[in-house]
């Protein structure tokens, strides 16, 4: 069980390259996610959310992680709590920097799902949306992608790690989308400290006890040192 719960966004991939949703020049300005990011824009067109999402995984593959994501890996490995990493991320940099062990909680763009029977398996480079899934053999693959209106991954485990955390922090996450965004309400109804870092302030900075703000890469690495100096 974890004493402090860290929940991660885009912003925290945002320095190795990867695009964030909401902000200028953001992934909502060249798609609708109404067309890539719900199960009804699924099924009206396949072969265009496997297109958006065989494109960020081509981008992933190619990216690094960053100061951050190292960062975040060396506090889970030398505090003397136990650190859970919640991430709302679909990429594996966190992993990729050595995190132990990582919560996707919006699910991975290297899983692939069956939509006609839940079986799962690492997914293609490039996804093809006629292919058969290894176990039924339906033509019903996705990618192992939580969009709008399905439920989160691993909700109970998050909110039971969130009752006993006396410390949660958010790292580059806009705050607008939920059930993450009220994870922050959550922790200080248990009674842990809550940490904001991010770029600027987001949807609900205001709920945070403390907040930093700057480059997750600059911010982070920081707070880790910190961290791992006191105690
Ligand atoms: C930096 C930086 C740098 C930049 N350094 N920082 C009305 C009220 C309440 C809820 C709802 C509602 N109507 C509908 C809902 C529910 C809905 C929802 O929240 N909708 C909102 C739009 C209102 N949520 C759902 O449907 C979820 N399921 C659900 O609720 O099930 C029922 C349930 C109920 C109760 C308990 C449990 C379950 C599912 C949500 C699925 C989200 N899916 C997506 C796409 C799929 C993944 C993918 O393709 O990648 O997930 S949407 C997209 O947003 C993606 C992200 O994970 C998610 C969050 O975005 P994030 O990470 O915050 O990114 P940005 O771009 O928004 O922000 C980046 C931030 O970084 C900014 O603040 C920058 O400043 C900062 N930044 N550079 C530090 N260098």
Do not use: K
Request: a negative charge; aromatic letters at 6%; hydrophobic letters at 40%.
């Amino acid at each position: 069980m974890a004493d402090i719960v860290i929940l991660t966004g885009a912003g925290i991939s945002a320095e190795s390259g990867l695009g964030t949703f909401r902000d200028e020049n953001g992934l909502w300005t060249q798609y609708d996610l109404e067309q890539v990011c719900t199960p009804e824009g699924f099924s009206r067109n396949p072969a265009l959310v496997h297109e958006f999402y065989n494109a960020r995984r081509a981008n992933c593959l190619d990216a690094s992680p960053n100061p951050a994501h190292e960062a975040l890996a060396r506090l889970q490995r030398d505090s003397r709590h136990e650190v859970m990493i919640v991430t709302q991320n679909v990429d594996d940099l966190h992993e990729r920097a050595g995190a132990r062990e990582v919560i996707h909680m919006h699910g991975t763009l290297g899983g692939a799902l069956c939509q006609n029977c839940g079986a799962r398996w690492p997914a293609p480079r490039v996804m093809d949306p006629l292919a058969p899934c290894p176990n039924c053999r339906m033509p019903e693959t996705r990618p192992d992608i939580v969009w709008f209106g399905e439920m989160p991954y691993e909700m109970d485990r998050i909110m039971n790690e969130l009752a006993r955390a006396f410390l949660f922090v958010a790292i580059g996450t806009s705050g607008n989308v939920y059930p993450a965004a009220g994870f922050v309400h959550e922790a200080r109804l248990h009674g842990a400290r809550t940490l904001e870092l991010n770029l600027e302030p987001s949807a609900t900075s205001g709920q945070f006890d403390d907040s930093r703000l700057g480059p997750a890469s600059d911010t982070v690495p920081r707070w880790v040192d910190e961290m791992l100096a006191a105690q």
